[in-house]
T-cell receptor
Framework: RKEVEQDPGPFNVPEGATVAFNCTYS??????FFWYRQDCRKEPKLLMS???SGNEDGRFTAQLNRASQYISLLIRDSKLSDSATYLC???????????FGRGTSLIVHP | DAGVIQSPRHEVTEMGQEVTLRCKPI?????LFWYRQTMMRGLELLIY????????DSGMPEDRFSAKMPNASFSTLKIQPSEPRDSAVYFC?????????????FGPGTRLTVT
């Protein structure tokens, strides 16, 4: 099993839709988790951290499921500007050295 | 703050040539990371520094790659000799800490093409 796995997509959804991505990880010792967003031909930027209790920021909700070793990102009321690649980040083992997933591509169409 | 600065933004070179990529991290950030991104392998961590000292270079693909950080405001990634399979986008990132919910700030990247 790879350290961090994501469905590459693309997820193709209409404006206003709700879409969710999952990211599975293999190292149960990982403590901190993140979602980054990467626009086409741009650098990754932090979208949100993922806390044990979940984290909500406007239309975005991140959840952690330690038992099943996955994190999720839910986007409500999708906007055209949400079109991007979403990368999950899981620090390796007991350290905080980040391991990036390959990313999930989201395309929001009118 | 200007953010993480990388140069050049684009580099086209011939196989066998030496390539040097440059990075200026955000002032005050103690951690600097070099990544490589390709379609096939995604974003891979090559090496990271803490207070100018290389901590983990296990991601450096082979001896042709080397990285230095002579001071807190400058780092280089060198490839000598370059090969076509080195073609990728190389990102530099910096972070103030490496614990808890920290954020990495990425530079705009250097798009390297080796012909």
């Amino acid at each position: 099993r790879k350290e961090v796995e994501q469905d590459p997509g693309p997820f193709n959804v209409p404006e206003g839709a709700t879409v969710a991505f999952n990211c599975t990880y293999s190292n149960s010792a990982s403590q901190s988790f993140f979602w980054y967003r990467q626009d086409c031909r741009k650098e990754p930027k932090l979208l949100m951290s993922v806390y044990s209790s979940g984290n909500e920021d406007g239309r975005f909700t991140a959840q952690l499921n330690r038992a099943s070793q996955y994190i999720s990102l839910l986007i409500r009321d999708s906007k055209l500007s949400d079109s991007a690649t979403y990368l999950c980040v899981v620090p390796s083992g007991g350290s905080y050295i980040p391991t990036f997933g390959r990313g999930t591509s989201l395309i929001v169409h009118p | 703050d200007a953010g993480v600065i990388q140069s050049p933004r684009h580099e086209v070179t011939e196989m066998g040539q030496e390539v040097t990529l440059r990075c200026k991290p955000i002032s005050g950030h103690d951690y600097l990371f070099w990544y490589r991104q390709t379609m096939m392998r995604g974003l891979e961590l090559l090496i990271y520094f803490n207070n100018n000292v290389p901590i983990d270079d296990s991601g450096m693909p082979e001896d042709r790659f080397s990285a230095k950080m002579p001071n807190a405001s400058f780092s280089t990634l060198k490839i000598q000799p370059s090969e076509p399979r080195d073609s990728a986008v190389y990102f530099c990132a910096s972070s103030p800490i490496l614990a808890g919910p920290y954020e990495q700030y990425f530079g705009p990247g250097t798009r390297l093409t080796v012909t």
